[in-house]
Structures are given as structure tokens and as C-alpha cells.
């Protein structure tokens, strides 16, 4: 159980993370990018490997959203995608204070 309690709260850490850059990316596309590239400087792969957790999910779905779509729909789908984050976040939270209870 414990290990389960630790896979939780490290999920929910991580998915906080990411939701906090979505949001960041719906004020604006510019910002994100800017921040992702401050964040692993793309020319350290390292760097790239221990903040694709943290940055990796939103900014493969932001960069993706945004090459196919007009930025209207872009940010329907960052909203969306932010809301599906929330509520997984909200899942893994929800876990990881019920397994941390009954151990």
C-alpha cells in the first residue's frame, strides 16, 4: 500500500505540474514556449529527460493543438485538456489521501 500512496502523490505532483503550464499556454503560446525552452535548454538532452515529467505532456499536446488547429480551437482544446487534467489530478489527490489513510 505504501507504494501505492507514493505513485499517487508523486502522479498528482506531477499532473499539478502540468496543469499549471496548460494554464500558462492559454495566456499564451508565446509564454509556453519561451518558458519550455528556458526550462531544459534544448541543447542539454539531460535536461530535456527530467523535465519532460513535469513540462512533457502539456507541451507535446499544446504544440500539437497548435500546429493543426486556428488558435481559437487551439485553446478549446488547452481548456479541455486542462479540465481532463484537473479531474485526473483531482483522482490521483483523492488516492493518495485515501491509500495514505488506511495504511
Partial sequence: MQFL?????IIAALLT?????????LVSRSAGT???HW??????????L????FFGLTQYVASRC???FNWFKARGMLVLFSVL???LDLGF???FIHFSEST
Avoid: M
Wanted: charged letters at 10%.
Fill in 34 to 36: 519561451g518558458f519550455y
Fill in 39 to 48: 526550462a531544459n535548454h534544448e541543447d542539454l538532452e539531460i535536461l530535456i
Fill in 85 to 87: 487534467l484537473l479531474l
Fill in 17 to 25: 505540474f502540468n496543469l499549471f503550464f496548460s494554464f500558462l499556454y
Fill in 66 to 68: 497548435y500546429e493543426r
Fill in 93 to 95: 489527490f483523492i488516492s
Fill in 50 to 53: 527530467l523535465s519532460f515529467p
Fill in 5 to 9: 500512496t507514493i505513485a499517487c502523490g
